[in-house]
Structure formats: structure tokens, C-alpha cells
Nanobody, 122 residues
Framework: QVQLVESGGGSVQAGGSLRLSCAASGRTSSHYAMGWFRRAPGKEREFVAAISWSGGSTYYTDSKKGRFTISRDNAKNTVYLQMDSLKPEDTAVYYC???????????????WGQGTQVTVSS
């Protein structure tokens, strides 16, 4: 079993930046790919970014590419999501997830964190 804990959320003005962290514990010896998803109020959960175990492969939705950067530090069992040029429409609860493939499909991820709130004001 893997436990995931997100942190780094908060309130920021439009144009600002935040860096989210996702710390993994438990069975971290498995080579998990990691993903970030978000759920905005009244909307379905959507994919943000994913990264392979080695960090050599990343995947973003087109709307996030260039503003968001996913990275990981396996020595610290931590995955990061750097978010720049934030917009009010980025307001959501952000979740990290662990799975075995780099994909935008949430059903492919086996473990999920509890989420961290990001609020972007105009």
C-alpha cells in the first residue's frame, strides 16, 4: 500500500505561482508513475500532468503545457507540480495519484492523496 500526502496549496493572485508537493510513503519501492489531477467546484476531475518513474517522460494536457511543470525526486519519494502564471480557472482541489503507466486516465491510478486546495483570485 502507498500513502500519498499533498501539500503546498493555498491562495494566490492571478499571475502568481505555487509549487505543490506529493510525498509518498509505504510501499514506495514499486516503480510508480505519478499523476496530478484536479477537481474544480461543480466540475469533474480532470487530468493535469503525469511523470514516469525515472522522470524521463512527462505528459501534460495542452492547456497546462508551458505553465505547469511536473517533476520528481525519488530519493525523497516526492513529486512536485510547479504552477506558474496561475489563472482563476485553475482554482480547484489538486490530487496526486500513483499508477504503473503515464496516462491521463484516472482509472489507471491505484493510489490517491486527499487533495490540496488551490485558490486563484483575480
Amino acid at each position: 500500500q502507498v500513502q500519498l500526502v499533498e501539500s503546498g496549496g493555498g491562495s494566490v493572485q492571478a499571475g502568481g505561482s505555487l509549487r505543490l508537493s506529493c510525498a509518498a510513503s509505504g510501499r514506495t519501492s514499486s516503480h510508480y508513475a505519478m499523476g496530478w489531477f484536479r477537481r474544480a467546484p461543480g466540475k469533474e476531475r480532470e487530468f493535469v500532468a503525469a511523470i514516469s518513474w525515472s522522470g524521463g517522460s512527462t505528459y501534460y494536457t495542452d492547456s497546462k503545457k508551458g505553465r505547469f511543470t511536473i517533476s520528481r525526486d525519488n530519493a525523497k519519494n516526492t513529486v512536485y507540480l510547479q504552477m506558474d502564471s496561475l489563472k482563476p480557472e485553475d482554482t480547484a482541489v489538486y490530487y496526486c495519484a500513483a499508477g504503473f503507466i503515464v496516462t491521463e486516465l484516472d482509472v489507471e491510478y491505484e493510489h490517491w492523496g486527499q487533495g490540496t486546495q488551490v485558490t486563484v483570485s483575480s
